[in-house]
C-alpha cells in the first residue's frame, strides 16, 4: 500500500493544487527562483518541474531539511550523517558542516543559513564561516521575516532565554510542511493524504 499526498497552493484569489505523486515519507519542500518544487522524500530529494514532470535530484540522505539561498543552491541536512550539504543548481555536492544534528533550517536575504540543532541556533556565513546565533531550551522549527528577524518554535519554555535579542513564536513543530514559490503562494503537504495501490 503506497500513500500519495497532494500539495495544496493558498493564492490571494482561492485554493489551487498542485498534484504530485510523492510517498507517506515525504517531508520537507522548498522551491527555487525558477519555480521548480524540491520534496525530501525518503532518502532522496526530487524535483518536480512546474509542468509535474519529476526526476531524482539527490539519493542517500537521512531525513534531510532543504533550503536555497539566492544564488539557487541547495542546502540539505542528513541527520543520521549529522551534516549539512550544499548542492549547486547543476547538482553538484559539497560539505558545509559535520559534527550537526539539524532539526530546521532557513536562509535569509543576505545568505546566511540559520540551523536549529535542538538547543541552540547556529548560524553559517554566505562564505561557510560558523557561529552561535543564540543558546536556548529545545529549539526546532525556524522562520525569517523580510527583515532578517528570526523566529523559532520551543514547546518547553514560556519566554525567551536570556540574552536573546530576537522574537519567538510557539506553534506544533511537526505541523504540515510548507514552502512558498517565486510568485508568493503557498504550498504544503495536504496531511489528508489518498490511498493507492503501487
Same mark, same amino acid.
Given at each position: 500500500?503506497?500513500?500519495?499526498?497532494?500539495?495544496?497552493?493558498?493564492? !490571494?484569489?482561492?485554493?489551487?493544487?498542485?498534484?504530485?505523486?510523492?510517498?507517506?515519507?515525504?517531508?520537507?519542500? +522548498?522551491?527555487?527562483?525558477?519555480?521548480?518544487?524540491?520534496? *525530501?522524500?525518503?532518502?532522496?530529494?526530487?524535483?518536480?518541474?512546474?509542468?509535474?514532470?519529476?526526476?531524482?535530484? %539527490?539519493?542517500?540522505?537521512?531525513?534531510?531539511?532543504? %533550503?536555497?539561498? $539566492?544564488?539557487?543552491?541547495?542546502?540539505?541536512?542528513?541527520?543520521?550523517?549529522?551534516?549539512?550539504?550544499?548542492?549547486?543548481?547543476?547538482?553538484?555536492?559539497?560539505?558545509?558542516?559535520?559534527?550537526?544534528?539539524?532539526?530546521?533550517? !532557513?536562509?535569509?536575504? $543576505?545568505?546566511?543559513?540559520?540551523?536549529?540543532?535542538?538547543?541552540?541556533?547556529?548560524?553559517?556565513?554566505?562564505?561557510?564561516?560558523?557561529?552561535?546565533?543564540?543558546?536556548?531550551?529545545? !529549539?526546532?522549527?525556524?522562520?525569517?521575516?523580510?527583515?532578517?528577524?528570526?523566529?523559532?518554535?520551543?514547546?518547553?519554555?514560556?519566554?525567551?532565554?536570556?540574552?536573546?535579542?530576537?522574537?519567538?513564536?510557539?506553534?506544533?513543530?511537526? %505541523?504540515?510542511? +510548507?514552502?512558498?514559490? *517565486?510568485?508568493?503562494?503557498?504550498?504544503?503537504?495536504?496531511?489528508?493524504?489518498?490511498?493507492?495501490?503501487?
Amino acid at each position: 500500500m503506497k500513500l500519495d499526498k497532494l500539495f495544496v497552493a493558498l493564492i !490571494v484569489t482561492g485554493l489551487a493544487t498542485m498534484p504530485v505523486s510523492v510517498s507517506a515519507h515525504a517531508g520537507r519542500i +522548498a522551491f527555487d527562483h525558477s519555480g521548480n518544487l524540491f520534496v *525530501a522524500d525518503g532518502d532522496s530529494i526530487f524535483k518536480f518541474i512546474p509542468d509535474g514532470e519529476k526526476s531524482t535530484f %539527490a539519493t542517500g540522505l537521512n531525513a534531510p531539511d532543504l %533550503a536555497f539561498d $539566492s544564488k539557487g543552491d541547495l542546502f540539505a541536512s542528513d541527520f543520521g550523517q549529522k551534516s549539512i550539504f550544499k548542492f549547486t543548481p547543476d547538482g553538484k555536492k559539497s560539505t558545509l558542516a559535520t559534527a550537526i544534528k539539524v532539526f530546521d533550517m !532557513v536562509i535569509d536575504r $543576505s545568505d546566511n543559513l540559520y540551523v536549529s540543532d535542538g538547543d541552540s541556533i547556529l548560524k553559517f556565513t554566505a562564505d561557510g564561516n560558523k557561529s552561535t546565533f543564540t543558546t536556548v531550551i529545545s !529549539v526546532f522549527g525556524l522562520v525569517i521575516d523580510r527583515s532578517g528577524n528570526v523566529y523559532f518554535s520551543d514547546g518547553f519554555i514560556s519566554r525567551p532565554a536570556a540574552g536573546w535579542f530576537g522574537r519567538r513564536i510557539q506553534s506544533c513543530l511537526h %505541523a504540515t510542511r +510548507a514552502a512558498g514559490d *517565486a510568485r508568493t503562494r503557498l504550498f504544503s503537504i495536504n496531511c489528508a493524504a489518498t490511498s493507492g495501490r503501487s
